[in-house]
């Protein structure tokens, strides 16, 4: 089955720097890479997702990027603000999963102002 | 996205007994998930849901400890069965559009369940 490694596990980054977190995938057959912010208490929040069909996506401050050959797909948050601050999850779908998505481990990122 | 809600948010049980957790979509949906979230964790797939057919359980769960109901397209609960301290965690539910275009998944806000 699908096994999804998130890194970094926590991230540490002052106010208006950029945060870069990455995941690899071992499915080739995966093709759907969705990302989650979590916050304190809450359920996790869809905040962007890709398809395999795509290398690149942005929404004003965020953007993910995906390296099929290379099986690994990545989050980049730029201008970082103090809400960033959030467990972030990636996770994988592939096509005969019937819907059910393998996560990372978490990244905890932490705003500092 | 989908409003999802969940009661209860939070609950402290006794060990030895059970708690039914509610989900509940405001449109209709097909597929629907339950997760367990240990505390700092990532998240775990329980089972899926479907309406109209049993629920289908991931490896390392059985139905006589966590039964699930899906009564219709909207809602369904999750009993966490004869509880111990090891079962404190967050439950959480989630939906895919029936509309998506390709399997977007929406989680509910999640129970927290403390067992004592």
């Known amino acids: 089955g699908e096994n999804v490694e998130q890194h970094p596990s926590t991230l540490s980054v002052q106010e208006g720097d950029s945060a870069v977190i990455k995941c690899t995938y071992s499915?080739?057959?995966?093709?759907?890479f969705p990302w989650y912010k979590q916050e304190l208490g809450k359920g996790p929040q869809l905040i962007i997702d890709?398809?395999?069909?795509?290398g690149e996506k942005k929404d004003q401050r965020i953007a993910v990027t995906l390296n099929k050959t290379a099986k690994h797909f990545s989050l980049h948050i730029t201008e970082t603000q103090p809400e960033d601050s959030a467990v972030y999850f990636c996770?994988?779908?592939?096509?005969?999963?019937?819907?059910?998505?393998?996560f990372g481990a978490g990244t905890q990122v932490v705003v500092t102002p | 996205s989908a409003v999802i809600s969940q009661k209860p948010s939070r609950d402290i049980c006794q060990r030895g007994t059970s708690l039914t957790i509610q989900c509940q979509v405001d449109?209709?949906?097909?597929?629907m998930f339950w997760y367990r979230q240990q505390p700092g964790q990532s998240l775990t797939l329980i089972a899926t849901?479907?309406?109209?057919?049993?629920?289908?359980?991931e490896s390392g769960f059985v139905i006589d400890k966590f039964p699930i109901s899906r009564p219709n397209l909207t809602f369904s609960t999750l009993t966490v069965s004869n509880l111990s301290p090891e079962d404190s965690s967050i439950y959480l539910c989630?939906?895919?559009?029936?509309?998506?275009?390709?399997?977007?998944?929406?989680f509910g806000p999640g129970t927290r369940l403390t067992v004592l």
């Open positions: 989630s939906v895919v559009r029936p509309w998506s275009s390709y399997n977007e998944q929406f």
């Open positions: 499915d080739s057959a995966s093709n759907y």
């Open positions: 890709i398809r395999s069909n795509v």
């Open positions: 996770a994988a779908l592939t096509t005969d999963s019937w819907g059910k998505l393998q």
């Open positions: 449109s209709q949906v097909t597929m």
């Open positions: 849901a479907n309406q109209g057919s049993e629920a289908t359980y």
